[in-house]
């Protein structure tokens, strides 16, 4: 039990426990972040996902050291083989040495990372091709636009490599092109290379491309904390029926099949269930409507996606 115990400890990265955050203004106090704990295990992907104003980046400026909690615990898991973690970081706004140009500053972060300098200037050159900037070289990085900063701020994040990487919204200067890239090199780094990664994010369908868990965060609070593979799982499918006789069929499907979640809507039966998953017993549903000698008009299928899950979490 102990040893289960101590590798636990070894697996959390980062532990908060009932952290809170008060900012106050003109005597008026406002809680940006509000009594919220939450793990974040080695080699996993989180999303931070909520409303602008919800406390993502009030939580992750905390996380970094950047702004003082009010309240809570936060525990960053810096010892034993954890020690030489390299941190890359992609702030929500940027800022870089704009008076240098790409190679030169990315060779200077990769050395302030702890990289030799040929390691750093192989590893710039690599990301400034992937993110196509070579053309750019030679122009100094205040003449660039703001997607094109926001490649570099990325890159100079990624250089090293990093076991644990933080990013408040990474992608929303990025073209549907390059927010793919991206992805796919988090996806890389976390599987390949073992890293930890927190990415804040309104893209919820990026999330769900890559993320393994969710936190929702609203007003302050976590309102969902949850593995996105489980929160798929949960995902009941639906389908809409369009028969004659509707409410008798609704009671016959009830009876006959132990059916709880379904309505009459209009003209439309509604059938929400687990067993929707299996073609099977669609067939089953229809063969049981005829068997009472009523028709089936039509019928469609449509199944809740994460980002509609999210979404209603959200409104609620």
């Given at each position: 039990?102990d040893?289960?115990k101590?590798?636990?400890?070894?697996?959390?990265?980062?532990?908060?426990?009932?952290?809170?955050?008060?900012?106050?203004?003109?005597?008026?106090?406002?809680?940006?972040?509000?009594?919220?704990?939450?793990?974040?295990?080695?080699?996993?992907?989180?999303?931070?996902?909520?409303?602008?104003?919800s406390?993502?980046?009030?939580?992750?400026?905390?996380?970094?050291?950047?702004?003082?909690?009010s309240?809570?615990?936060?525990?960053?898991?810096?010892?034993?083989n954890?020690?030489?973690?390299?941190?890359g970081?992609?702030?929500?706004?940027?800022?870089?040495?704009?008076?240098?140009?790409?190679?030169?500053y990315?060779?200077?972060?990769?050395?302030?990372s702890?990289?030799?300098?040929?390691?750093?200037?192989k590893?710039?050159?690599?990301?400034?091709?992937?993110?196509?900037?070579?053309?750019?070289?030679?122009?100094?990085?205040?003449?660039?636009?703001?997607?094109m900063k926001?490649?570099?701020?990325?890159?100079?994040?990624?250089?090293?490599?990093?076991s644990?990487?933080?990013?408040?919204?990474?992608?929303?200067?990025?073209?549907?092109v390059?927010?793919?890239?991206?992805?796919?090199?988090?996806?890389?780094?976390?599987?390949e290379?073992?890293?930890?990664?927190?990415?804040?994010?309104?893209?919820?369908?990026?999330?769900?491309?890559?993320?393994?868990?969710?936190?929702?965060?609203?007003n302050?609070?976590?309102?969902?904390?949850?593995?996105?593979?489980?929160?798929?799982?949960s995902?009941k499918g639906?389908?809409?029926?369009?028969?004659?006789?509707?409410?008798?069929?609704?009671?016959?499907?009830?009876?006959?099949?132990?059916?709880?979640?379904?309505?009459?809507?209009?003209?439309?039966?509604?059938?929400?269930?687990?067993?929707?998953?299996?073609?099977?017993?669609?067939?089953?549903?229809?063969?049981?409507i005829?068997?009472?000698?009523?028709?089936?008009?039509?019928?469609?299928?449509?199944?809740?996606?994460f980002?509609?899950?999210?979404?209603?979490?959200?409104?609620?």
């Amino acid at each position: 039990m102990d040893n289960l115990k101590i590798k636990m400890e070894e697996e959390r990265i980062i532990t908060i426990r009932n952290l809170s955050k008060q900012f106050k203004n003109k005597g008026i106090v406002a809680k940006a972040v509000d009594d919220i704990s939450l793990d974040i295990l080695k080699g996993k992907i989180y999303g931070f996902v909520g409303h602008n104003g919800s406390g993502k980046t009030t939580t992750i400026k905390m996380i970094l050291g950047l702004i003082r909690p009010s309240s809570g615990e936060i525990k960053v898991n810096w010892e034993g083989n954890v020690k030489n973690y390299g941190l890359g970081y992609v702030p929500e706004r940027a800022v870089i040495y704009d008076d240098m140009y790409p190679l030169e500053y990315l060779i200077y972060i990769g050395e302030l990372s702890g990289l030799d300098k040929s390691t750093s200037r192989k590893n710039a050159e690599d990301y400034i091709k992937i993110f196509g900037l070579e053309t750019a070289k030679n122009k100094k990085i205040k003449t660039f636009s703001s997607g094109m900063k926001q490649k570099i701020l990325i890159s100079q994040a990624l250089l090293h490599s990093p076991s644990l990487m933080i990013l408040d919204e990474p992608t929303t200067a990025l073209d549907p092109v390059e927010q793919k890239k991206l992805l796919d090199i988090l996806g890389k780094l976390s599987k390949e290379n073992g890293s930890t990664i927190i990415m804040s994010s309104h893209h919820l369908q990026e999330l769900e491309m890559i993320a393994d868990h969710v936190f929702l965060f609203e007003n302050g609070k976590i309102v969902l904390d949850s593995d996105i593979k489980d929160m798929k799982k949960s995902i009941k499918g639906q389908i809409e029926i369009k028969t004659t006789n509707p409410e008798k069929v609704l009671n016959i499907l009830r009876k006959e099949l132990n059916i709880r979640d379904i309505i009459l809507s209009g003209d439309k039966i509604i059938i929400n269930d687990d067993r929707l998953s299996s073609s099977s017993f669609k067939n089953t549903i229809i063969k049981k409507i005829m068997d009472f000698g009523e028709d089936v008009l039509s019928i469609s299928s449509s199944s809740k996606s994460f980002y509609d899950s999210v979404m209603e979490k959200l409104k609620k």
